[in-house]
């Protein structure tokens, strides 16, 4: 059926164009009526701009055999608008049987040729008019009349469903949005409720809606003052609302429901209608909640990583001496460098200690435990303590690797963590270092400025076996030597094998022992911000 909402036609089936033939128009018609493409009179667009609705000016296209085999489209009112929503102008030119094909062979089709064969108007029942718009197929229903006019037909249309539609959209947005309106008649005492305000309240709709008095038996009584005023408001001075409480279902469930509303009031002022709607706000509110209660254990979990920063930070300082200095023991210059990869919580497991022993000896160690955090630092504090105590009642160095492997292996706390070590004693009287060593890189010496690595004597690192094996070695100090005790971090780069660092390490040594600050230049050559993996932990003992 033409017409927008409304009505169209289609192209002439057999059926269509066998009715065809027993109208034909009553006079001859015009030029404009023939089978070629047709202008209507300037007139009638012009009367038709002047109407309101939808209005359609047709003339009949003859066939072969001057039988109405189609009408054109030739004028149309400026709100004319047809089911597939082309409005006004866009109709002219357009097909009936072209644009609306299942108008073919239908009693509007049959009611066109009738009244543009005997001039009388026609006005049918509503007509079913049926597309498929976007894939989807719509039924509409029209009523329709066509008129003769000139050798053609003024048809105008209403559409009959578009209240239905309307209806069948706001249902839908209501739904969608958990919203249902609500209306009350405060002179006659009536209330309206849509189907969507009865699932709010869980309400069978049998029982209809439910009165100002019957709601307070529904709301949770924590919510009940401020509702109670927020109706005051609404129905004492007219003013809109906008407030949200919470509601118990007759299935017992907890709901977060929104009112917002406002008064229609009389000459008087006095409120008389109120319009406004429920929304089921329970599932935003319990996504609220549940972002409050992550953000909270998030905090809490922010409030334990400190803790647990502060106390891997107090460790670090309690067991570990400075991380920069430099001191004098038995006869030997001892600078100590110490550079934790990152701080906090991922604080290593490199270690050292230097002290003097009641024999007038100096002790010297360094380590490195594997892993990072509390579990690292226990371990490292464990070694470093522990081979403190036994060094100073004199036990042999061999002796102490030994023990210190026997408590790693069976600390029950642990996951059999291992560590790396390398231990000395100087005696000053003889120039004599004492050294023994876990699986840990070699010492460097730098002597008459060449550097080469000690070798290593037997020794496993600490925790791999429970039968371990190790040896000890010696060397004299002479003035003027420079040893290097130091953790793989200040060797290892991304991509070189380990003996590429040790070369470049004896090679830079070599060139900085002759400096002042000889320890801040050897970590100014190797150590670079973006090449660092571990951390790093030196001695620097001179003669």
């Keep these: ?49 002047a109407l309101p609705g939808s209005v359609i000016f047709l003339v009949p296209v003859l066939g072969t055999t001057g039988e109405v085999a189609d009408f054109r489209i030739t004028a149309a009112s400026p709100e004319a608008v047809d089911i597939g929503t082309r409005r006004g102008r866009d109709l002219v030119g357009l097909s009936i049987l072209e644009t609306y094909p299942t108008v073919a062979g239908t009693a509007l089709w049959h009611g066109y040729l009738q009244a543009l064969s005997t001039g009388v108007r026609y006005e049918g029942e509503p007509f ?29 249309w209403v559409r009959l469903d578009s209240g239905e539609r309307e209806q069948r959209r706001l249902t839908a947005m209501q739904r969608l949005g958990n919203m249902g309106w609500a209306d009350w ?27 100002l008095e019957e709601l307070p038996a529904h709301v949770v009584a924590e919510d009940l003052p401020a509702l109670g005023e927020t109706v005051q408001h609404l129905l004492g001075d007219g003013r809109p609302v906008d407030h949200t409480f919470r509601i118990t279902t007759p299935a017992g469930e907890i709901r977060h429901v929104r009112i917002v509303a406002e008064a229609e009031a009389d000459v008087h002022g006095d ?20 972002l409050l209660d992550q953000e909270r254990a998030a905090l809490v979990q922010r409030g334990l990583l400190t803790a647990e920063r502060d106390l891997a930070d107090q460790l670090k300082h309690a067991l570990l001496p400075p991380p920069q200095r430099s001191m ?3 006869g030997l210059t001892v600078d100590v460098a ?7 919580l991922n604080l290593g497991g490199d270690w050292y200690s230097a002290i003097e022993l009641p024999d007038g000896s100096a002790l010297l160690v360094i380590g490195d435990v594997a892993g990072h955090g509390l579990a690292a630092v226990a371990t490292m504090a464990q ?28 600390t029950p706390e642990r996951n059999f963590s291992t560590a790396t070590m390398i231990m000395a004693r100087y005696e000053p009287t003889h120039q004599q270092l004492t050294w023994v060593q876990a699986g840990h890189l070699p010492p460097l010496l730098i002597r008459q400025g060449r550097a080469h690595y000690l070798p290593v004597p037997d020794g496993v690192l ?12 010696t060397l004299r100090l002479l003035p003027g030597d420079h040893l290097l005790l130091y953790t793989d971090g200040l060797i290892e780069e991304p991509g070189q094998i380990i003996d590429e660092g040790l070369d470049r390490l004896a090679r830079t040594a070599a060139g900085c022992v002759g400096n002042a600050c000889a320890l801040d230049s050897i970590l100014g050559v190797l150590v670079t911000p973006e090449c660092r993996r571990d951390d790093i932990c030196v001695l620097h003992i001179s003669r």
């Design 338 to 344: 110490y550079q934790p990869l990152q701080e906090g």
């Design 128 to 156: 079913e008019y049926e597309e498929v718009l976007a894939g989807i197929p719509r039924v509409s229903r029209f009523a329709v009349r066509a008129a003769p006019c000139r050798s053609g037909l003024i048809v105008s």
């Design 1 to 49: 059926m033409p017409g927008s909402d409304g009505g169209g036609c289609g192209p002439a089936g057999d059926d269509a164009v066998f009715s065809s033939r027993r109208y034909r128009p009553r006079g001859r018609p015009t030029a404009d009526a023939g089978p070629g493409t047709a202008l209507p009179a300037p007139e009638i667009q012009e009367m038709l701009d």
């Design 383 to 410: 070694l470093r303590f522990t081979a403190k105590g036994m060094a100073i009642t004199g036990m042999p160095l061999v002796t102490i690797l030994d023990r210190l492997n026997t408590l790693l292996r069976h």
């Design 271 to 290: 409120p008389v209608e109120v319009h406004g709607f429920f929304q089921d706000r329970t599932a935003t509110k319990n996504a609220e909640q549940q």
């Design 185 to 211: 008649d405060l002179v006659r005492d009536v209330i309206t409720w849509s189907d969507e305000a009865y699932s709010i309240f869980g309400r069978d709709r049998s029982l209809g809606p439910m009165t």
């Design 462 to 473: 600490l925790g791999a076996t429970t039968t371990p094996t190790y040896q000890s070695a």
């Design 328 to 330: 004098r023991l038995a």
